[in-house]
Nanobody, 121 residues
Framework: QVQLVESGGGLVQPGGSLRLSCAAS????????MGWVRQIPGKQRELVAR???????NYDDSVKGRFTISRDNAKNTVYLQMNSLIPEDTAVYYC???????????????WGQGTQVTVSS
């Protein structure tokens, strides 16, 4: 069974920092893309950042210069360093990965359970 397990969410004051981690486990052959998506209640999920196996990175404009995504391919883990947090960053953050698993012919999207990030004074 393939799992994405997130950690690192919590409550932080404006201007503070948090680091999210997401570890993939199971019968994984290859991980093509890993990233983070967030959802504010009543709104659609939005891409925060993603990193491809070769290292190319995309950020949402709202987090450029404040968030940094990285991955450790040996550990099947992706990280999101969030600095200069603002109340508008408050959301549930979901880890996302596109992976080839087991004997499957094609890669499939997998999601973590979500971790709450709250930015408030």
């Amino acid at each position: 069974q393939v799992q994405l397990v997130e950690s690192g969410g919590g409550l932080v004051q404006p201007g503070g920092s948090l680091r999210l981690s997401c570890a993939a486990s199971g019968s994984i052959r290859s991980i093509y893309t890993m990233g983070w998506v967030r959802q504010i209640p009543g709104k659609q999920r939005e891409l925060v950042a993603r990193i491809r196996y070769g290292g190319s990175i995309n950020y949402d404009d709202s987090v450029k210069g404040r968030f940094t995504i990285s991955r450790d391919n040996a550990k099947n883990t992706v990280y999101l360093q969030m600095n200069s947090l603002i109340p508008e960053d408050t959301a549930v953050y979901y880890c996302h990965a596109v992976m080839a698993v087991g004997t499957a012919v094609v890669a499939t999207s997998y999601w973590g359970q979500g971790t709450q990030v709250t930015v408030s004074s």
